[in-house]
């Protein structure tokens, strides 16, 4: 038979900024820039031990796995719009 035993830890931080800019010209054209920023790290080490024994309940091997991880996740996202007015109701974007 076989005992598979495991010890995990997951840990996430995570942290994000924003920063948006606006201007407005004279002939009123609109012009609008947002900048995202996310950043995430995972930490996730893993250790496992397997026994192993005979059908008896004799111990016949242990065997150990480790597994680290570790992952870091940045995301940029960056955004521009730009409008017009056209006339009295109506608007370009």
């Known amino acids: 038979t076989s005992d598979l035993r495991s010890r995990e830890k997951n840990d996430w931080t995570h942290w994000m900024g924003n920063i948006n800019f606006a201007h407005e010209f004279r002939n009123k054209l609109k012009w609008t820039c947002d900048y995202d920023y996310l950043n995430y790290q995972n930490e996730n080490p ?41 006339g009295e109701n109506g608007k370009l974007e």
């Open 46 to 86: 893993a250790d496992y031990l397997e026994t192993i024994r005979s059908s008896d309940g004799e111990l016949m091997d242990t065997r150990e796995f480790f597994s680290r991880k570790d992952n870091p996740i940045e995301i940029h996202v960056m955004k521009m719009d730009f409008s017009h007015p056209l």
